[in-house]
Structures are given as structure tokens and as C-alpha cells.
């Protein structure tokens, strides 16, 4: 059971390139989550999909997009990555409310962004 | 704006003794509760989740919350070294939209 998978684990990109973090669970999950964490600043949200076919914006959504390719899969996509994106992004799943442990999430590993 | 506040801390206490690390949040809709610890360089872990006013004890820590005061809380009994991490507090609503704090960095010294 590999719960929930990121790739890549590390990226390094120039100011203005564009790249897509993937994101998938085995957990037949209903909620997926994509945050980035800052030193010092804890974990941000940035979008999050309740259920299949629903998105929202988070805390922080300017500069990304994101797609719930299906209900295993959610990606994160940088369009024009800037240096103010460097950081660690987390994706997480949780059954969602009306699962037993509502909202408990489980993290993927983490990806290391850095944008020069 | 929903807003999860925590104490940056770092908050550091002698082996065996209790940690108490506090939490507030903005969101009087919030519904789930719940603290997370990291490890350096790791992913968020669940230590502990609340969903009602009260006490939930489990092993050496317990859950405190006080929806009134939109406050809650996490205690560590018989604190060990391994306890050294980043505390997170995370607070949900209905729509499970899942906001977190900056974290308390707690260090356990033997």
C-alpha cells in the first residue's frame, strides 16, 4: 500500500519555466490537498479538491493551477515559475467528512522546489 | 480569512516533564481538530484528532477543545527525546478545506 505518491522529489527551474508536480493515492480517498511549506511559516494551502471533479482555492493559489485528473490523481502546475515558489510542496489525501476520521490527511513524501 | 495561530515557540523542556503546546483558530464554522507532528526534513504525522468539546486522551498525550474559545491544545505527559519535533495544529470546516499554524518547534532535553 503506497498510500500517497509525489514525483518528482526534487526540481531545480529557472525563472519563468513551467513544470506540473504529480500527485496520486491508493487510499480511494475522496479529498486531495496540495500545500507548500516555508520556513517558519507552517503549511499553506494552496488548492484542495473535496471530491472528484470539484477544486478550490486555498490560502495561496496565485501562480498555480491544478487538475483532479480522476479520483486518484491531482496535480499541481506552475505556469511561470518564480523564485517567490521555491519551497517544499506537500500533497495530502483524507477520506473527507462524511468518511469515519473525518478530514485526517495523509502526506506524500514532499517535493523540493527550487526556482532560480 | 481563516487563521490557525500557534506559539513559534521554540518551547524546550527537561525529559519526563510536560509539554503544552497551544493552539487558536479563527473559523467559528471549524467542525475537525487536530495536531500533527514533523520531523525534520520529513512529512506531517498524525498524532492526535478532536472533534468535540473536551478531553480525548491517547497514550502519554491528550487533546484539549474549547470551541467557545476557539482554542485547543495538546499536552505531552513524560516528555522523551523522540518528542523533538514541530507540533502542528490543523483545523477543518465542512467543506474540508484544512488550514494549518506555523508550528511549535519543541525540544525535549535529556
Known amino acids: 500500500n503506497a498510500g500517497v505518491t509525489q514525483t518528482p522529489k526534487f526540481q531545480v527551474l529557472k525563472t519563468g519555466q513551467s513544470m506540473t508536480l504529480q500527485c496520486a493515492q491508493d487510499?480511494?480517498?475522496?479529498?486531495m490537498y496540495w500545500y507548500r511549506q516555508d520556513p517558519g511559516m507552517g503549511l499553506r494551502l494552496i488548492y484542495y479538491?473535496?471530491?472528484?471533479?470539484?477544486?478550490d482555492k486555498g490560502e495561496v493559489p496565485n501562480g498555480y493551477n491544478v487538475s483532479r485528473l480522476n479520483k486518484r490523481e491531482f496535480s499541481l502546475r506552475l505556469e511561470s515559475a518564480a523564485p517567490s515558489q521555491t519551497s517544499v510542496y506537500f500533497c495530502?489525501?483524507?477520506?473527507?467528512?462524511?468518511?469515519?476520521?473525518?478530514?485526517?490527511?495523509?502526506f506524500g513524501a514532499g517535493s523540493r522546489l527550487t526556482v532560480l | 480569512q481563516k487563521e490557525v495561530e500557534q506559539n513559534s515557540g521554540p518551547l524546550s523542556v527537561p525529559e519526563g516533564a510536560i509539554a503544552s503546546l497551544n493552539c487558536t483558530y479563527s473559523d467559528r464554522g471549524s467542525q475537525s481538530f487536530f495536531w500533527y507532528r514533523q520531523y525534520s526534513g520529513k512529512s506531517p504525522e498524525l498524532i492526535m484528532s478532536?472533534?468535540?468539546?473536551g478531553d480525548k486522551e491517547d497514550g502519554r498525550f491528550t487533546a484539549q477543545l474549547n470551541k467557545a474559545s476557539q482554542y485547543v491544545s495538546l499536552l505531552i505527559r513524560d516528555s522523551q527525546p523522540s518528542d523533538s519535533a514541530t507540533y502542528l495544529c490543523?483545523?477543518?470546516?465542512?467543506?474540508?478545506?484544512?488550514?494549518f499554524g506555523a508550528g511549535t518547534r519543541l525540544t525535549v532535553k535529556p
Open positions: 478532536i472533534y468535540s468539546n
Open positions: 479538491s473535496a471530491s472528484e471533479g470539484t477544486t
Open positions: 487510499m480511494n480517498h475522496n479529498s
Open positions: 495530502a489525501s483524507s477520506g473527507g467528512r462524511q468518511s469515519s476520521g473525518a478530514n485526517v490527511l495523509t
Open positions: 490543523a483545523v477543518g470546516d465542512n467543506n474540508n478545506d484544512m488550514r
